[in-house]
């Protein structure tokens, strides 16, 4: 029998504020209302630490199982990603989006069809790999309370910020994004404090 990861390690809390090892070099809204600014992030694992003091907000998910993806997609991507917290990743990014209803609407089959028939979503991020190491987070399983549906944390060296640029852009343009309602893109850079 397989066993199953308890939910605590599997919560991330992301933390905008004063405190914490990544600077952030800008908090752009892309689509929906913007987020109130923060100069520095904080990425904490599980449920145990307390949130600084101070915090300008506190976006909270969940990892999970991968939702859309098929057996020989799973293979390919396990394959040729990295993990995350690579030494020469000094840059990240940090993506939450929120889905209009009518995505939510939709049946799993019918969002797999948009996410990857129509919009390549799993292929265009195979290009980027390994240089772009990400980690998806469900906030939708913590509640209706949660801002976001998804936060996606990314790394990557400074030398592949253009690829990250390149590939956010074609994502962006693809039949996936006209259901994105809410988008803010946080571009971050690790330092000592």
Same mark, same amino acid.
């Given at each position: 029998?397989?066993?199953?990861?308890?939910?605590?390690?599997?919560l991330?809390?992301?933390?905008?504020?004063?405190? #914490? =090892?990544?600077?952030?070099?800008?908090?752009?809204?892309? /689509?929906?209302? *913007?987020?109130?600014?923060?100069?520095? @992030?904080?990425?904490?694992?599980g449920t #145990? /630490?307390? &949130?600084?003091?101070?915090?300008?907000? $506190?976006?909270?998910?969940?990892?999970?199982?991968?939702?859309?993806?098929?057996?020989e997609? +799973?293979? /390919?991507?396990?394959? +040729?990603?990295?993990?995350?917290?690579? =030494?020469?990743?000094?840059?990240?990014?940090l $993506?939450?989006?929120? +889905? +209009?209803?009518?995505?939510?609407?939709?049946?799993?089959?019918?969002?797999?069809?948009?996410?990857?028939?129509?919009?390549?979503?799993? #292929?265009? #991020?195979?290009?980027? %790999? *390994?240089?772009i190491?990400?980690?998806?987070h469900?906030?939708?399983? %913590?509640?209706?309370?949660? &801002?976001?549906?998804? @936060?996606?944390?990314?790394e990557?060296?400074?030398?592949?910020?253009?690829?990250?640029?390149? %590939?956010v852009k074609? @994502?962006?343009?693809?039949?996936?994004?006209?259901?994105?309602?809410?988008?803010?893109?946080?571009?971050l850079?690790?330092?000592?404090?």
């Open positions: 029998m397989q066993s199953i990861t308890p939910p605590a390690t599997r991330f809390t992301f933390v905008g504020g004063a405190t #914490g =090892p990544w600077r952030v070099e800008h908090i752009h809204c892309i /689509a929906g209302e *913007p987020m109130t600014a923060a100069s520095r @992030l904080v990425v904490i694992p #145990g /630490a307390q &949130p600084p003091q101070g915090s300008s907000w $506190i976006l909270r998910g969940i990892t999970s199982n991968e939702r859309y993806v098929v057996r997609e +799973k293979s /390919a991507l396990v394959s +040729k990603q990295e993990g995350l917290g690579r =030494p020469d990743s000094k840059r990240a990014a $993506i939450p989006i929120r +889905k +209009k209803a009518v995505w939510w609407a939709l049946a799993q089959d019918e969002r797999r069809e948009i996410f990857e028939a129509q919009s390549r979503h799993i #292929g265009i #991020g195979m290009q980027y %790999l *390994p240089a190491a990400r980690r998806l469900h906030c939708r399983d %913590l509640g209706h309370e949660e &801002p976001f549906d998804f @936060l996606t944390w990314f990557y060296a400074s030398s592949d910020s253009a690829a990250f640029d390149e %590939l074609v @994502l962006r343009a693809s039949p996936e994004w006209e259901y994105v309602d809410r988008e803010i893109d946080i571009r850079v690790q330092e000592e404090v």
